[in-house]
């Protein structure tokens, strides 16, 4: 097949991987490996205030992509090469069916039913105590004591916030790089969640990691809205509201980018989302589990138009001839 063919069948083969198998365990899940890495790392360093300090977050960020990113290529070239080595057609399948693997490893578009599904139920049966408890899974708030309003509202602010780091980031730099490109988000997005914190132990060392995901997901966060926007619209939903939302409310969050898909999500829906202490978004009253199923609905909607639109045209154009051409550089017996 011609390569944009080839670059269509991967991307539709990840988005069915996606929703009808889901995520490989977490046991085996490469990010868990990439954290195991990241902690051996940070036992290890004992002067957290000196210069030399972020020097090895950003060498510990070269470590994880190398490592990472050089196996995932090394899998698909090697599949490429010995399978089409007995059968050309069969090689070529192969080599589709690996990348498309690999390639949904790095985003997840319908895991948070696999999370928020229960929590709704709880609510819905009047078991809020479980509710809280299972909601602690997914945000970093002390949850004990929360009312139903304020459960469903973190179910809510977890999902729209994830559509750029879980979905459009990784799959974006998928389109430009191949699977070289999500593997660098991926690697950077992970060691900002571990490391990415102002304060005395990681300042430094998760300095460059912090900054350069701030830079990787600017682009996304601000085009968010508009795949919103487009999603609410084919939905039923407020979709008017979604970008004149996020351009005013953008700002309230303490991060520079996840503001802006939140207060999409929040206008469309017609809802707001609190987070204690820190901000209210959004001019409707707080959600119900309702909304919370509306709030997937709208987020997954959102990725499978970006990934089959922008994800794709860029990875037919140009990233899947970026990972040929790295894939070509190996040499096997």
């Keep these: ?54 020097v090895l977050g950003f060498l510990s960020y070269l470590l994880v992509f190398v490592i990472f990113g050089g196996i995932a290529i090394l899998i698909i070239a090697a599949v490429h090469h010995y399978v089409g080595g007995i059968d050309p057609l069969w090689g070529e399948i192969a080599w589709i069916a690996v990348t498309a693997f690999i390639f949904k490893i790095q985003f997840a578009i319908f895991s948070f039913r696999h999370h928020c599904d229960p929590i709704c139920r709880d609510l819905d049966e009047g078991r809020v105590e479980d509710a809280a408890a299972k909601v602690q899974m997914i945000v970093s708030r002390n949850t004990k004591g929360m009312d139903p309003e304020h459960i469903a509202s ?9 559509l750029v780091d879980s979905v459009l980031s990784p799959t974006l730099y998928f389109g430009l790089l191949g699977i070289l490109g999500s593997i660098m988000f991926r690697c950077s997005n992970l060691m900002d969640a571990m490391w990415g914190y102002l304060n005395d132990e990681y300042g430094r060392l998760g300095f460059f990691p912090a900054k350069f995901d701030d830079v990787l997901g600017w682009f996304t966060s ?36 996840s503001g802006w898909p939140m207060t999409a999500v929040a206008a469309a829906l017609g809802i707001s989302m609190e987070k204690k202490g820190v901000y209210v978004m959004g001019v409707g009253p707080l959600p119900t589990t309702k909304d919370v199923q509306r709030c997937m609905r709208l987020v997954e909607l959102t990725s499978i138009l970006f990934i089959m639109t922008v994800c794709f045209a860029l990875y037919a154009l140009l990233g899947i001839h970026v990972q040929v051409f790295v894939e070509g550089l190996i040499s096997f017996p």
């Design 1 to 54: 097949m011609e390569l944009w063919l080839d670059a269509l069948a991967i991307v539709i083969a990840a988005l069915l991987i996606d929703r009808f198998i889901g995520d490989v365990p977490n046991a085996i899940h490469p990010l868990r490996w990439m954290g195991n890495i990241l902690d051996a790392i940070d036992r290890r360093i004992k002067n957290r205030s000196s210069a030399w300090t972020s």
């Design 222 to 257: 601000r085009i968010s809205p508009y795949f919103v926007a487009l999603a609410a619209l084919l939905l039923g939903m407020d979709w008017k509201a979604a970008v004149p939302a996020a351009k005013k409310e953008h700002t309230k969050t303490p991060s520079p980018n």
């Design 154 to 162: 973190s179910c809510c602010e977890t999902v729209s916030e994830n």
